[in-house]
């Protein structure tokens, strides 16, 4: 199976701030790469597919690049309602796989 | 607007069964690989079971295999899980989960909470 292994697992940032988000795969699964972002007691909300392109509706301070095994999720200016946890997942083949999560906490 | 609305959670025994259901609308069901994913408390997400559009190819996760039993019936666009033998380590919230063709989860439900206990 393909391990999908994020980086950090949790910090705390202050609003505004730049924010970077790494997620590695163990061998290359293309772009086929989703990131999404839960807040407590909710279902998980996908903010890019394709490893950058960003799903209809969410703001263009998300952004998404990488392609093979290293993949990064940036947030570029940091508002209150991203304080959450972000998932990567890779849907290059079965069985699909999450990260392990990163929690944004506030500072 | 796409809906998944999953149902059948509980507090169920260890070694009983249980089978979850996720009843679709606002979309063509028929046309959509359906995911189940769950989320044990206070940890990360978990894929579970996958089932292609017509309900021939199933995937399972190797903690699940031989367990757990997805299935789908288009004709009522709804989603199934079926797990046998229970175990503690299955208490989890269930998301079912829509998968756009051929890419990623899109669309996913609120979940049901299934808490394995004696």
């Known amino acids: 199976a393909i391990r999908m292994t994020q980086s950090p697992s949790s910090f705390s940032a202050s609003t505004g701030d730049r924010v970077t988000i790494t997620c590695r795969a163990n061998q290359d699964i293309s772009t086929s790469l989703a990131w999404y972002q839960q807040k407590p007691g909710k279902a998980p909300n996908l903010l890019i597919y394709?490893?950058?392109t960003l799903q209809s509706g969410v703001p263009s301070r998300f952004s998404g690049s990488g392609s093979g095994t290293d993949f990064t999720l940036t947030i570029s200016c940091l508002q209150s309602e991203d304080f959450a946890t972000y998932y990567c997942?890779?849907?290059?083949?079965?069985?699909?796989?999450f990260g392990q999560g990163t929690k944004v906490e506030i500072k | 607007q796409v809906q998944l609305v999953e149902s059948g959670g509980g507090v169920v025994q260890p070694g009983r069964s249980l089978r979850l259901s996720c009843e679709a609308s606002?979309?063509?069901?028929?046309?959509?690989?359906m995911q189940w994913v769950r989320q044990a408390p206070g940890k990360g997400l978990e894929w579970v079971a996958g089932v292609s559009s017509d309900g021939t190819n199933k995937f399972y996760a190797d903690s699940v295999q031989g367990r757990f039993t997805i299935s789908r019936d288009n004709s009522k666009n709804t989603l199934y899980l079926q797990i046998y033998s229970l175990r503690t380590e299955d208490t989890a919230v269930y998301h079912c989960?829509?998968?756009?063709?051929?890419?990623?989860?899109?669309?996913w439900g609120q979940g049901t909470l299934v808490t394995v206990s004696s």
């Open positions: 989960a829509r998968e756009a063709r051929g890419t990623c989860i899109d669309y």
């Open positions: 997942q890779q849907y290059y083949t079965y069985p699909l796989m």
């Open positions: 394709a490893a950058s």
């Open positions: 606002g979309f063509t069901f028929s046309n959509h690989a």
